[in-house]
């Protein structure tokens, strides 16, 4: 009798750990676990974060992050920061690169409120611009029962979340971090940089492209600091999970009605390639 071998071969995007760089890619940054991180930060002091409550590592090196529910109406997440991960040896922006993180989340419930986000937070070492003028780029997060992308610069706080002063790419409805399937997918952001010109940022989810954002230097103020924060290299890469009150209230809807409920994600292999 022959024997008759049968290759199966499944795409790596249906089993949830497709990260792969979109180019000719070299890795610059893989140093995702203990103590090459911050899993300590808590929100700036603000909240109530509880870290050895909050964060897990696993055998795996994949981090765990947990909202355990709000007591007191703050925050009881903690971010997880790689830092400053970006740029070239050299400090400079990469003109071609391309960050990925493997990211599960699982939900009580997966209602409007819950706020998982895998984003980037512009870090002026010198204090003189705080958030959000210091330019924050969201890659995926969970907000109004959509997950979205943005570009949030304008200076003026009470109007950091008016669509007028952000640009915003809402994610296909069937993908993302409201599904809630506890699967592992693949999220990531690949870069152009033109310098004193523009940043075009084209998001992925399990290696297909799902939409883009453009940051224009001088076309208004939140472009113009979405694109300076990122040609001084001050973005850090933050990993949460929390309940979204704060952004609910500032649109005129009422609070999180369920602030108890629990949620966390699972991240892993988190990558940073330069593209040829």
């Known amino acids: 009798m022959k024997k008759v071998l049968i290759l199966i071969f499944v795409p790596l995007m249906y089993l949830g ?12 940054w893989d140093n995702f676990h203990p103590g090459q991180v911050n899993d300590r930060n808590d929100h700036g002091g603000r909240t109530n974060c509880n870290p050895w ?79 959000p003028a210091s330019g924050e780029i969201d890659i995926a997060e969970h907000i109004y029962s959509n997950t979205l992308a943005h570009l949030i610069g304008y200076p003026d706080r009470k109007l950091v979340f008016n669509p007028k002063y952000m640009s915003e790419l809402k994610w296909p409805d069937y993908i993302g971090l409201n599904t809630a399937d506890k699967k592992n997918h693949a999220y990531g952001m690949e870069w152009k940089y033109k310098p004193d010109t523009k940043l ?17 230097r001088w076309k208004n103020e939140t472009e113009t600091n979405v694109f300076n924060a990122f040609s001084k290299n ?34 892993s292999d988190v990558k940073v390639y330069e593209i040829k």
């Open 17 to 28: 750990i497709a990260n792969a760089c979109p180019g000719n890619c070299s890795v610059i």
């Open 53 to 131: 409550e909050s964060i897990h590592w696993n055998d795996n090196n994949s981090v765990t992050i947990k909202y355990l529910g709000r007591p007191n109406k703050k925050s009881n997440t903690c971010y997880v920061k790689t830092g400053k991960i970006l740029a070239g040896k050299n400090g400079q922006p990469i003109p071609h690169g391309y960050l990925t993180a493997d990211i599960s989340f699982k939900a009580d419930k997966a209602d409007d409120y819950v706020w998982p986000a895998f984003w980037l937070s512009g870090d002026d070492p010198s204090g003189k611009k705080e958030w």
């Open 200 to 216: 075009t940022l084209i998001f992925y989810y399990d290696e297909a492209p799902i939409g883009e954002l453009t940051a224009t």
């Open 234 to 267: 001050w973005y850090e890469v933050i990993f949460d999970s929390d309940r979204n009150d704060s952004a609910w209230t500032a649109s005129g809807k009422k609070n999180d009605p369920t602030p108890w409920l629990k949620s966390s994600i699972t991240v």
